[in-house]
């Protein structure tokens, strides 16, 4: 709610509760895909941290094959369109950050040099860049990843590929 000079000014949108399956105790770190279709939290299901990925239409949850193996999960992101899922999960006793395809099933494990460990995680829209956060001796720090080289560009519907330059106006 904003208060602007005397008087109360609220949001008027509609108020829905992401439904947590019967199996959920507790629902986190929620994101929400560029286009509104697609919501990541984590859950609490049977003991673990694990992300759930709910079609804020109809409430289904997708299906996440690629990261059952990789738990616990923190910190999603999505893309624009829901495409990309980035987040911070765990193999053995490292953490990684990863991203997961939902077009191709692919999960693309992003390397960090030298020891530094994953915090929290940030997808742009476009899927071509990623904020991490991370811990490096001790020292927090946000690192910058170009992604264009490994993920096609997920744009929202009706955007060309390649949009032309601005040009200056007179």
Same mark, same amino acid.
């Given at each position: 709610?904003?208060?602007?000079?005397?008087? /109360?000014?609220?949001?008027? *949108? !509609?108020?829905?509760? @992401?439904?947590?399956?019967?199996?959920a105790k507790s629902q986190?770190? +929620?994101?929400?895909?560029?286009?509104?279709?697609?919501l990541a939290v984590?859950?609490?299901?049977?003991?673990?941290?694990t992300v759930q990925l709910r079609n804020v239409s109809n409430g289904s949850i997708q299906a996440l094959?690629?990261?059952?193996?990789?738990?616990?999960?923190?910190?999603?992101?999505?893309?624009?369109?829901?495409?990309?899922?980035? /987040?911070?999960?765990?193999? *053995? !006793?490292?953490?990684? @950050?990863v991203i997961a395809d939902r077009l191709n099933g692919?999960?693309? +494990?992003?390397?960090?040099?030298g020891g530094r460990d994953p915090i929290q995680v940030s997808l742009s829209p476009d899927a071509q860049t990623m904020a991490l956060q991370v811990t490096d001796q001790g020292l927090w720090r946000v690192?910058?990843?170009?992604?264009?080289d490994v993920l096609e560009t997920d744009r929202p519907a009706g955007q060309a590929l390649s949009t032309p330059p601005l040009s200056p106006t007179p």
């Open positions: 709610m904003l208060l602007i000079g005397m008087g /109360l000014v609220g949001c008027s *949108g !509609r108020v829905e509760r @992401a439904g947590g399956g019967l199996l986190q770190n +929620p994101a929400l895909s560029g286009n509104g279709q697609w984590i859950s609490d299901l049977r003991g673990r941290q094959p690629q990261l059952k193996r990789h738990q616990p999960h923190s910190s999603p992101s999505l893309s624009w369109n829901g495409r990309y899922l980035a /987040l911070i999960t765990q193999q *053995g !006793r490292r953490r990684m @950050a692919r999960l693309h +494990p992003i390397q960090l040099p690192e910058i990843f170009d992604l264009s």
